[in-house]
């Protein structure tokens, strides 16, 4: 928890300091390609977390996988090493990339899927949440094929189930009272 509350404090510095030199978008950018590359690499992961790597190692590495990173960026990698928290940083990206969202109205739209999304109808996803929310939408496309087909969409505290296993529990409910 106290972890979850100092990664908040990081995200709000660096947003507010991005707001200062108008990098917002910048740094998001830079916090989305973070938290992304430190959730898919196992490896960068396990060294950020490990106490056995020295941060002189951690902050080369760091610096060589995120080179074209905004220098704000590099200063929060900084500022991390030197307060020992380090660890924190994919969540300190994950917190940003979330204050960015509020403070630019967009939401996150997730979208479960039994197959990957085509192009055409992640545009027909968009302008209808668009529609329903009348705030920019980002959509999060994810697949499991146990919904069998259909959709289940959430945004924000709401969610619409129209998958075929949903479906099939609502008849099998039905059959078991009758």
């Known amino acids: 928890m106290a972890g979850a509350r100092a990664a908040i404090r990081y995200a ?3 947003l507010s300091l991005a707001s200062d030199k108008n990098t917002t978008e910048i740094v998001n950018n830079d ?4 938290a992304k590359t430190i959730a898919e690499s196992t490896d960068l992961n396990n ?16 610096l060589d996988v995120f080179k074209d990173s905004n220098e704000l960026t590099s200063d929060l990698i900084d500022t991390l090493i030197i307060n020992k928290r380090l660890p924190l940083l994919q969540e300190v990206a994950l917190k940003y990339n979330l204050l960015f969202d509020e403070l630019t109205g967009t939401q996150i739209a997730q979208v479960t899927t039994a197959v990957p999304l085509t ?7 968009l302008a209808k949440v668009k529609e329903l ?5 980002e959509i999060k496309s994810m697949v499991d094929e146990s919904i069998l ?10 969610q619409y189930n129209a998958s075929i296993a949903n479906k099939l529990n609502k008849l099998k409910r039905e059959f078991t009272l009758n």
């Open 12 to 14: 709000k510095a660096v």
């Open 31 to 34: 916090m989305k390609l973070i």
């Open 47 to 62: 060294m950020l977390q490990s106490p056995v790597v020295s941060s002189s190692i951690k902050k080369s590495v760091l």
């Open 119 to 125: 192009d055409e109808l992640r545009t027909k996803v």
């Open 133 to 137: 929310t009348g705030k920019d939408v």
């Open 149 to 158: 087909g259909g959709f289940i969409l959430r945004v924000g505290d709401t």
